[in-house]
């Protein structure tokens, strides 16, 4: 059930960043563009329910020193649906799937996934061809 006093006790998480859907990567090139993404600061990516989301740590114009909405009878549809239930107060009930911090991280997660380098020139050091006895060429990935 909503708690409309919690609010009076938080720091206005919730008008501290956006979040917004973005193409669920499927190539080198989807995932190197997230990397580029996240190299910059006040980034975040999350997979929620295998929708994947950038997170932009950012304050709101209109948040007042007191934590108060300075446009509150006027403020956007999202704010006006956003309850206390879930919100971000609770912040350890969110469930995501993968939550990527770093550009670093992703780069790791994607190479697993993808099963080859992410970055041109990394190949010779990062990944190492190794053939089996029937004769198949693998990939041996890094062992984190
Ligand atoms: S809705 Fe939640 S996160 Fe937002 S101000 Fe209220 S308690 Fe804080
Ligand atoms: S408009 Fe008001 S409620 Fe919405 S994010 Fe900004 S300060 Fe928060």
Redesign the pocket.
């Known amino acids: 059930m909503s708690d409309p006093n919690l609010c009076d006790r938080c720091a ?1 998480l ?2 501290r960043y956006i979040a917004l859907p973005i193409d669920n990567p499927k190539t080198v090139k989807d995932y190197d563009h997230i990397r580029w993404y996240l190299m910059h600061e006040n980034i975040v990516v999350f997979v929620e329910k295998r929708q994947w989301y950038i997170g932009i740590f950012t304050r ?4 007042m020193s007191d934590n108060r ?4 009878l006027t ?2 549809r999202i ?1 006006r649906g956003y309850d206390t239930d879930n919100c971000d107060w609770h912040g350890g009930d969110y469930d995501y799937e993968h939550l990527f911090t770093s550009a670093e991280q992703l780069r790791e997660y994607a190479e697993k996934k993808l099963g080859r380098p992410l970055v041109a020139g990394a190949t010779k050091k990062r990944f190492r061809k190794k053939r089996s006895k029937d004769g198949r060429v693998r990939l041996a990935l890094p062992v984190a």
Do not use: E, V
């Not at 709101?60 to 948040?63: V, Y």
């Not at 909405?69 to 509150?72: A, I, L, M, N, P």
């Open positions: 206005a919730c008008c709101c114009k209109h948040l909405c300075g446009t509150y403020r956007p704010c």
